[in-house]
């Protein structure tokens, strides 16, 4: 009664055109890393739309006022409120390799929970803002 | 051609059973502010969801493996992500008064619109999990 | 620095073609009132939309397996779920038409919030259907 | 070209600890069932969520103004309209217990699409309350 | 550790009542196509949510003042915008047929995932309309 | 009982640092506009999400593939739902100047409220993927 679910076509190096292979390559430098997630190569049938979030990923997440983990989690906190389960297990990991802990984890969680009902709340009573 | 559009019935201390105050004076207490906001006023017609909401918003927003502002930037962050502009404008205010900056805001508010759109290619595609 | 922000255009009785005054006159009849909801008026610019939703509407809020006050706080509910402020008004009215306590009114408010919450969690984890 | 999709990490009773065993224990009690479903595994990763999720659902889940049949068809209903698979599948199995008829559910399902899309329209163009 | 993720209940024509049959022959006749889509079999389940849906898309998606391909990508761009992977693959491929070509998906996509973006950030400060 | 709703900060171009008025000079050429909406005055908060947004805007809104009406169809479609009252109205002032219809406008709207049903039920139900 069931059937396939997840169906992302995905573009791998060797099949992509060079300037796919190019953002693929300035992935692999920035993050030392030695391939791309999933989402990257699923993002490379649309060469624009993939180096367009990719820079934009690449200037967003560089260090600045916020270091590096507390981006982390706010990306994982946002990914967690939209429901989108690959992007919570991606930066799940990220945060974590970024030295977020199991403790810091279940706070976060229990934070977008309470904050998801909170805002539900008050959206739907329109609250008025407060003086 | 327009009309109201905030409508929440809000509940002040003076027209409060007993419970709700004993809720309205804990929340003064914690918080030590003369007056509870209107998001409390609100879920005042219903004691006993004010009083499980404050219970758990408590528990979860008091000082543990994250600090207090940490805490009030992922709220301040999910709240963008659901777009209720009520707690968009609540939390940006704890926020800065943990201390989170002009700098800071920008690049957390970076971060949500960035994790939006790329919580939703990833979902649209249903991008397998990464090894 | 803020504006306006309630700009449905609404078309009144008097400026209506007749197809849409028929569907006026059908909501009108069908409900008792002397003049629609808002709602009607502002899907009244698109008189397909106009007569397929209440055509819908109407067949699905009559009375069957289900009695009149539990569909209005179904309806209530999910409108509650989607933050739609307008619908929450509205359906809150009809439900307390039909019934609704206060006391009901809260039970309901409670169970949205925490499905809300927990649809968030099974699904942010994608938690495996129970065998 | 796909992958795993469903990556919930559950705990089971063996490898739980004390404190997620005695929300195990009280659930299987309160509900009369020999194991907790997926949902409360994977939530035992986070022990004080956990508690506080069991804690609100099984106050908001009692008898009281709406009887349990109605209040699992709302539970439903929000699941439905937040599109999450695992709720839904799991909530309706829980009001067909409470005597929820096919008849019923369709009727409750009809409801909730046609909510979604009236929530759609009223929210798109704020619609103005009416007087 | 994983489990089912798909569970739609689909009803094949040959244990399908006449009232589904009757929709079923309509939408094969209609598209020209030898069996129903999933979606249409999932459906099934509810025959007069199957009725009116298909009624209701049957009207929608037929020839007017916008073209077929334009219909499909709107279709489309809605689906990518709402995260249903279903529908997603569904309305691709329809709208493949319609003559959209990669190009022109690519630049839809870029629309979707923009105006996802500006969505948010306009609710989130609640930007007063433009005079 | 209500209270301000609308409260975005909007920044003038008078009172704009440099880089914010080269942003705004440039919109206010590409568009041959006097001045820039309330969206782009409210972003100029954080002038690095105004530059990265108004960068990507311009490429993505630029004719390519798809003519210039479809491309403000197809965000207005995305806007109407995701329920961004101030995208709504923006987004139908610019398609109707690339010269969408009434009768168009009214079929776009019937597809939106079309797909966000059928987008409900597909997920819902986690239709498999027709093979």
């Known amino acids: 009664m069931s059937g396939p679910t997840a169906f992302a076509r995905l573009v791998e190096y060797e099949e992509a055109s060079p300037d796919v292979r190019a953002v693929f390559d300035d992935i692999k430098r920035t993050r030392n890393v030695p391939d791309v997630n999933n989402f990257w190569k699923a993002l490379a049938r649309h060469p624009d739309t993939l180096r367009r979030t990719w820079s934009t990923l690449k200037e967003v997440m560089a260090p600045g006022a916020l270091d590096a983990r507390t981006k982390e989690m706010l990306y994982l906190a946002v990914s967690l409120a939209n429901g989108c389960a690959y992007c919570v297990a991606s930066h799940e990991r990220a945060a974590r390799k970024q030295g ?8 976060l969680l229990a934070i977008v929970a309470q904050a998801c009902e909170t805002n539900l709340l008050a959206e739907a009573y329109r609250v008025p803002l407060d003086g």
Chains 1, 2, 3, 4, 5, 6 share one sequence.
């Open 100 to 107: 977020m802990t199991e403790a810091m984890y279940a706070e």
